[in-house]
């Protein structure tokens, strides 16, 4: 069964640094998608980052950038040069290419410092 | 591209009483999705339309909740006999296939989402 895990409930950062939110899934199906999306207080979900499993290299999205280590499944989402305005709750999701459903993980609230 | 659009924003109701949500999703979107999530959860999956079709359907959807998607547009999510466990927040995304590609790499795009309260 596909499942994610984000074992981190919260992180701080030092604006301007860099920062590592780890997520880690499981999954049968050789073709499956890797998302992450950034949830403010407002409630709505944005799409951040895709990173498909037949990908050779990691993407990236500006200052975003995905850490995709296959044999380990992991996923981490790297966010350079923090703002402000990262402070949210991020999720890692994943999408089996037998199923529409898009599964999250718990969530990794990120509290960006002055 | 106006983005999904959900109403209403909030509501609260009493339990027993009956509620309905709206999702409107982007207009060329021909997939949309009903989503459940609670406090310091990740979003559940509820409920998944392609145009009118249901095609697939979470076990977490018991009987009391019911979504349609008349004319393969907008969509409506009812919940009957509310309890208080029903209280989250419920989201709504839409998407649309590209061609030649597997659903792997299809962003939703998410609503703002209708925060439900049962006293």
């Known amino acids: 069964a596909q499942k994610i895990t984000q074992t981190q409930p919260g992180m701080f950062v030092q604006e301007k640094e860099a920062v590592t939110l780890d997520c880690t899934y499981d999954?049968?199906?050789?073709?499956?998608?890797l998302f992450w999306y950034k949830q403010p207080s407002s409630g709505e979900m944005i799409f951040l980052i895709y990173q498909g499993s037949y990908d050779q290299q990691n993407a990236t999205e500006g200052r975003y950038s995905l850490n995709f280590q296959k044999a380990r499944k992991s996923a981490n989402l790297v966010i350079s040069a923090s703002q402000l305005g990262d402070s949210a709750m991020y999720f890692c999701a994943m999408r089996e290419a037998s199923s529409y459903k898009l599964i999250f993980g718990s969530g990794t609230r990120l509290l960006v410092r002055p | 591209d106006t983005g999904v659009s959900q109403n209403p924003r909030h509501k609260i109701t009493k339990r027993g009483q009956n509620v309905t949500f709206r999702c409107d999703p982007i207009?060329?979107?021909?997939?949309l999705y009903w989503y459940r999530q609670t406090l310091g959860q990740g979003p559940e999956f509820l409920t998944y339309?392609?145009?009118?079709?249901?095609?697939?359907k979470s076990r977490l959807l018991s009987d009391r909740f019911s979504a349609e998607r008349p004319k393969g547009s907008f969509s409506t999510l009812e919940i009957q006999r509310t309890e208080q466990g029903d209280s989250a927040m419920y989201l709504c995304?839409?998407?649309?296939?590209?061609?030649?590609?597997?659903?792997?790499?299809?962003?939703?795009?998410f609503g703002s989402g209708t925060q439900l309260s049962v006293l």
């Open positions: 339309f392609q145009n009118e079709a249901q095609l697939e």
């Open positions: 995304a839409s998407s649309s296939p590209r061609q030649g590609s597997d659903a792997t790499n299809e962003k939703l795009f």
């Open positions: 207009s060329e979107h021909n997939r």
């Open positions: 999954t049968s199906d050789p073709s499956y998608g």
